[in-house]
Structures are given as structure tokens and as C-alpha cells.
């Protein structure tokens, strides 16, 4: 199941949805996420190295690997320190970090104008949610928990307990 999902996590940014010339929604966090959160931080970098490096064939810099390998890093860490649900770690981490990074990422470095800055910091995060909201339900609703090894957890939960679950 590991390998399934490393390859996933490549195949899910190979297979984007391009919104604008170097702006896309890329998939392979929802391979990475479910890793982070079976099997641990270290396989879940891994993972969004893998899946980062396609970015930088995609957009031509490596600020998308990198906020990737830190999204995978941050949520891994937290996730198996709290009980906190998985898309609100998620969000956590685009707020705190993912964001800022990629504002000095984008507005200093690259010097897009500040609209285009916008467009790149809200696609990033709708999509980074988008796909630990999915993560999320393949972990939760899905015998993915099950395939993985993962003993003594539920199966599936109800729907409102993915999105709302309490810290």
C-alpha cells in the first residue's frame, strides 16, 4: 500500500488541472497527507519530495517542492501529537507558513505584481485544503486505515465528523 501511495503522490501532481500559465491544481498531497498520517512524517517528506519534484517541471522553480516538503513535515509532526483533525492542521500550516512562505516566495523573489501574488497564495491554499479534506475522507470513510495496518481504529465515521471534528 506504501508504494501504491509514494507513486500516487507523483502520479497526482503528474496529472494537475492547469488554471493559468504556471498556476495549477496539483493532487499528490492527498497521497501525501494519507501518508503522513498512516505511516508517519518521515515517509510522508519522502512522499512530498517525490511528488514536489514534478513541480518543478511544471512551474520551472522549487518553491512548490519546498512548500510541499514543509506542509508534509508540519501536519506529520502535529498529527501524531494531538488529535487535532487532519484539514484543520492542514489549514494551520497554510496560515502560519505555507502562505507567508510563499508570499515572500512569489512577491520578493519571482516579483510577480501583487495581483498575481493573490491569484498563486489563494490557489495554493484552496488546493492545499481541497486535498487534506480528501486525504481526510480516504482516511476516514475508505478501508485505507485498514490496508495500512492500522488496528483498532474505526473504519468509517460519520461525514460531519471529518469536516468538524473538535481539537
Known amino acids: 500500500v506504501l508504494a501504491c501511495l509514494l507513486l500516487g503522490s507523483f502520479v497526482g501532481n503528474y496529472c494537475y488541472i492547469p488554471l493559468s500559465p504556471g498556476v495549477g491544481f496539483v493532487f499528490g498531497?492527498?497521497?501525501?497527507?494519507?501518508?503522513?498520517?498512516?505511516?508517519?512524517?518521515?515517509?510522508?517528506?519522502?512522499?512530498a519530495c517525490l511528488a514536489g519534484s514534478y513541480t518543478y517541471v511544471l512551474w520551472h522553480h522549487p518553491y512548490g517542492l519546498i512548500v510541499l516538503a514543509l506542509e508534509a513535515l508540519f501536519v506529520g509532526w502535529l498529527v501524531h501529537r494531538s488529535s487535532?483533525?487532519?484539514?484543520?492542521?492542514?489549514?494551520?500550516?497554510?496560515?502560519?507558513?505555507g502562505l507567508p512562505l510563499l508570499w515572500v516566495c512569489h512577491a520578493s523573489i519571482m516579483h510577480l505584481d501583487s495581483t498575481a501574488v493573490r491569484f498563486v497564495l489563494l490557489t495554493y491554499s484552496v488546493n492545499g485544503l481541497l486535498n487534506a479534506s480528501l486525504a481526510s475522507l480516504l482516511m476516514q470513510h475508505a478501508t485505507l486505515r485498514r490496508w495500512i495496518g492500522q488496528t483498532g481504529t474505526v473504519a468509517t465515521a460519520p461525514l460531519r465528523h471529518t469536516i468538524f471534528r473538535p481539537l
Not at 498531497?29 to 498512516?38: D, H, N, P, W
Not at 487535532?84 to 507558513?97: P, R
Open 84 to 97: 487535532a483533525n487532519l484539514i484543520l492542521l492542514d489549514g494551520l500550516f497554510w496560515i502560519c507558513i
Open 29 to 47: 498531497s492527498i497521497a501525501v497527507l494519507s501518508i503522513v498520517s498512516g505511516y508517519g512524517v518521515g515517509w510522508g517528506t519522502l512522499a
